[in-house]
Each structure stands twice: as structure tokens, then as C-alpha cells.
């Protein structure tokens, strides 16, 4: 599991980069400051949460029951909030209105804001010993 995380980690931070440059140079030219302040959104929590699954994957002291349950809740809290920021904030260079799907943004958040939580639960709750 911890290699899946790691290799999902290392997906998402290149794509971060990726589509951070791209929104530098090449939407630059076509969208509002507004847009791409809305992109970049989207973009630096991607990154955030790579760096997250980055240490969810390398680190020792989550249980593996917890990583994996936190692993699917970042990934499907990236692909929704991220994803539909940048469809949102490309609405205006698409054939299609992406505005019908903004409500899958608060869900993607509360994906993330869950995978965090769990996190924290995970940290403070007791582990039980073994008889």
C-alpha cells in the first residue's frame, strides 16, 4: 500500500507541475487574473495534498487500515476539488459549461478535510497491545 501512495504522490505532484507551468505560460494568454488565481487554487492544493500522501505513504506510525482509507479520501478529494477548480476556471476556453458541475468542489474538499481528520484520529487514538 505504501508504494501506491508514494507512486500517487509522485503522479499528482508531477501533474501539479505540470499544469502550474502550463497555467503560467499558456493560460496566461487566455484567461483573467481572476481565472488563473482560481487555477492556481487548484493547482497548490494538488501539490498540498501530494506532499501529503507523501508522508502518509513514508511514514510508520498510521495504522495501514487508516492509510488506505486516507489514501482514497485524498485522491477522490484531489480529482473532485482540484479537478473541478480547473475545469471551472477553464469554463471560459471549454465547448461545454463545466458551472453545472461546481457543486462536486465542496465535496472534493470535504474529502480532503476527512482525509486530515482521520489523520488526527488516528494519531491520538490509543494502540491497543496485543495479548
Not at 495504522?63 to 476539488?81: E, H, P, W
Amino acid at each position: 500500500m505504501d508504494k501506491k501512495i508514494i507512486t500517487t504522490s509522485a503522479i499528482f505532484g508531477m501533474i501539479a507541475i505540470i499544469l502550474g507551468a502550463f497555467g503560467a505560460h499558456a493560460l496566461k494568454k487566455v484567461l483573467t487574473i481572476e481565472q488563473l488565481t482560481t487555477f492556481e487554487t487548484g493547482v497548490r492544493y494538488q501539490m498540498y495534498h501530494a506532499l501529503f500522501l507523501l508522508f502518509i505513504g513514508t511514514t510508520t506510525i498510521i495504522r495501514q487500515k487508516s492509510k488506505k482509507t486516507i489514501y482514497n479520501l485524498t485522491v477522490f478529494g484531489v480529482v473532485l476539488f482540484s479537478g473541478s477548480i480547473y475545469l471551472l476556471a477553464t469554463n471560459s476556453l471549454m465547448p461545454i459549461d463545466f458551472k453545472i458541475f461546481g457543486f462536486v468542489t465542496p465535496i472534493g474538499g470535504i474529502f480532503l478535510i476527512s482525509s486530515w481528520f482521520l489523520l488526527f484520529f488516528d494519531l491520538i487514538k490509543p494502540i491497543k497491545k496485543e495479548k
